[in-house]
């Protein structure tokens, strides 16, 4: 029999929209799936059943007003959508995935929070993120470690992997995460979901904590394309104090009405070797793309294999970048002791990093970022593995007696995502191949600067062409 969980955020919506749906009665239906299942899965750091309700009664309310008023409402209003942990929500405890601020309660709403009160969504909790979002693995002293519900012994990534178990479990139908290196394309390959990396400036960072150096962006995680494309057109949008703004769409226009268009012939180059010296790259990845492949040819796509020369530079700015940007977090000299083994080797070592080497650094995003611009004059999309290896054991990536060990345990892992927070495109992570052992192993599609449109025009195209939302997860 369908459940609420079933529906795709926009068929919930549509139905929220028609009268035929309480968000009420989806909201509580989702509060009992996370008291039922978050303990086994670690998806929520906080769970809000107050907020929650209030919000879904105020939705419920505000559709049948519309209804009576021949207006139209977001098609998520009264959809549920949980915030990442990193992200500020107005008297939200906001832990950051940090012992260390494991009571801070903000005052203001993000942005991006904002605006996803502005279309009517409601917030069920906020989603486990690892500490200030520095690993791609969501493990942390502050909750139970994030894993995915297609096998619990293995991670559901990071750093947004809280929001990643929590969709690919049904305990919410998407949600909000953010990316730095790779942080909602990898729980989407590991927990076998749709994310979208938007292009820098899309999302608005601010108003706290803005990331200076570009790398990081909120965007979606979702089941489907059309449910990602949606939370994107909500989430999108230039806000006072901005750094950056990503070219707009046409008026009139929505990342949802790409999700429906087909993206014509495209000519995409094929990249699986790492831009990283060293690193190989698991059969099962190898295979997912060369299979991904073979698909975008068979739809009519000019294919062509990449090679691109590997070179250590980008990994060794991006690791000073990284590490300069972890010694941002406010932490009071009588906290440090909390940090996790990772966060201290960070900060210790970002605080080594001179002014003219971390300006040399962000000027080398800059000049890779014109590279790949240059390159994809020539190729519309570039097709990669999104991870180097398969979904990780929980506790398979971290090395606390060796932080600097760890840090390579991650690059190893995850060599391709970076490159897109570099230099600011969008990149988006699909769930095209199952491996043997049933882990979800994903794919990546890069696009040039503000061409979201486009890389949800060819997903939604592979979509159709091998769905992926009937496979569902045991514990679904």
């Not at 977001?74 to 950051?96: C, E, I, M, W, Y």
């Amino acid at each position: 029999m369908t459940q609420l969980h079933d529906l795709t955020a926009l068929e919930q919506g549509k139905l929220i929209s028609t009268g035929k749906l309480s968000p009420v009665e989806l909201t509580d239906h989702y509060l009992e799936r996370i008291d039922r299942l978050n303990a086994t899965l670690g998806a929520f750091i906080t769970v809000t059943p107050e907020l929650a309700r209030r919000q879904a009664a105020d939705a419920e309310a505000e559709s049948a007003a519309a209804r009576r008023e021949g207006r139209g409402l977001s098609p998520l209003h009264g959809v549920p959508v949980p915030v990442k942990d990193l992200n500020f929500v107005a008297g939200v405890r906001a832990t950051q995935g940090s012992a260390a601020f494991s009571e801070h309660v903000p005052v203001t709403d993000d942005h991006v929070v904002t605006r996803l009160r502005n279309a009517g969504t409601i917030m069920l909790g906020k989603t486990n993120s690892p500490e200030f979002g520095l690993p791609c693995y969501t493990e942390n002293q502050v909750a139970p470690p994030a894993r995915t519900p297609w096998q619990l012994d293995h991670s559901a990534g990071g750093s947004s992997g809280g929001a990643g178990a929590a969709v690919a479990a049904g305990l919410a139908p998407l949600a909000h995460g953010s990316d730095g290196g790779g942080s909602i394309r990898i729980p989407a390959s590991v927990c076998g979901l749709f994310g979208i990396k938007p292009s820098r400036g899309r999302v608005s960072s601010g108003p706290t904590l803005y990331d200076v150096s570009g790398l990081s962006t909120s965007g979606p995680l979702a089941r489907t394309v059309a449910d990602a494309a949606a939370l994107l057109d909500v989430m999108a949008g230039e806000m006072p104090g901005d750094c950056y703004a990503a070219p707009a769409l046409p008026p009139g226009e929505t990342f949802l009405d790409h999700a429906g268009r087909e993206p014509g012939a495209l000519r995409i180059a094929v990249l699986t070797t790492p831009p990283v010296p060293g690193i190989g790259v698991h059969p099962d990845c190898a295979t997912a793309t060369e299979s991904a492949a073979d698909l975008l040819a068979s739809l009519g796509h000019r294919v062509e294999p990449l090679e691109l020369p590997a070179d250590d530079t980008l990994r060794r700015v991006f690791e000073q970048v990284w590490a300069v940007m972890a010694t941002q977090q406010p932490v009071a000299p009588e906290h440090e002791e909390q940090l996790m083994p990772l966060t201290r080797f960070l900060r210790a070592k970002g605080a080594q990093v001179s002014g003219p080497d971390f300006a040399t650094a962000l000027y080398t995003f800059r000049a890779v970022g014109a590279l790949v611009a240059t390159l994809q004059e020539e190729y519309d999309v570039i097709l990669t593995p999104t991870l180097a290896k398969p979904p990780a054991l929980v506790g398979g990536l971290r090395d606390d007696a060796d932080p600097a060990q760890e840090f390579d345990n991650l690059t190893a892992f995850t060599p391709f995502t970076p490159l897109y927070n570099a230099t600011g495109q969008p990149s988006v992570s699909l769930p095209l191949h199952w491996n043997e052992d049933g882990l979800p192993i994903g794919v990546m599609l890069g696009g040039r600067y503000g061409a979201e449109s486009l890389l949800i025009s060819l997903s939604a195209q592979l979509e159709r062409a091998r769905p992926w939302i009937d496979r569902k997860p045991q514990l679904w």
